[in-house]
């Protein structure tokens, strides 16, 4: 979902968990990790860090000067960052202070939001290690995708062991009404997501997963 140049490269370093709804992040995590590719997460992720990632730098006096003011040059084009006064906002890389805020504070993990997101990681991680890596020693090969509607995604994997795994998503903001079909039998879902639908309506942000042996 991010890595730390999509993050490190804003100005002001705000992490997806701080741009997104949290249900569209929590409907993305369970694309990313039940996907059959290796995924990437990006530290502090797993619990929707509220810290930024800032750019920060360690350069000499002359250098890190060229620095600061190339950062604040870089953004001059952007509309937020059109007024001078707005671009001073944008924490100096050469200012220790910036390094500090981009710090991972652990104990948030135990905080309600955090420690829920931390858990829907845990959970998914652990299925993607029991269920789908085992498949995965042959590879894995897309089969099929369809945009079931503009929002709406159904994609379908042949797995290396020769079983099947499908992915019925509505990645949008409102409902959508769709028809379709899908094999195998649900593992993982997010809302509710049936293996057959008949002009039927899914929910925003919902996520199910499907695997066909």
Request: hydrophobic share 45%; proline share 8%; no cysteine.
């Amino acid at each position: 979902l991010q890595n730390h140049d999509q993050v490190g490269n804003r100005a002001l370093g705000e992490r997806i968990s701080a741009l997104a709804p949290p249900d569209a992040v929590r409907a993305a995590t369970v694309v990313l990790l039940l996907a059959p590719a290796i995924p990437l997460l990006f530290m502090g992720q797993e619990w929707a860090a509220s810290t930024p990632f800032l750019f920060f730098s360690d350069f000499g006096a002359e250098l890190g000067k060229a620095v600061t003011e190339g950062r604040r040059r870089e953004f001059e084009a952007w509309p937020v960052f059109s007024d001078p006064a707005m671009r001073a906002r944008i924490p100096d890389p050469q200012d220790p202070a910036t390094m500090r805020a981009s710090t991972l504070r652990r104990e948030e993990r135990t905080q309600a939001d955090h420690a829920s997101m931390l858990v829907l990681h845990q959970e998914l991680l652990a299925l993607r290690g029991g269920l789908i890596v085992p498949r995965l020693a042959g590879g894995a090969r897309g089969e099929s995708h369809h945009l079931l509607a503009p929002t709406v995604l159904r994609v379908k994997w042949r797995l290396g062991d020769d079983s099947r795994l499908g992915l019925i998503a509505n990645l949008g903001r409102d409902p959508a009404r769709v028809s379709y079909a899908i094999g195998g039998l649900r593992f993982f879902a997010l809302g509710d997501v049936p293996a057959h639908a008949d002009d039927t309506p899914l929910a925003p942000w919902t996520v199910g997963w499907f695997l066909e042996s």
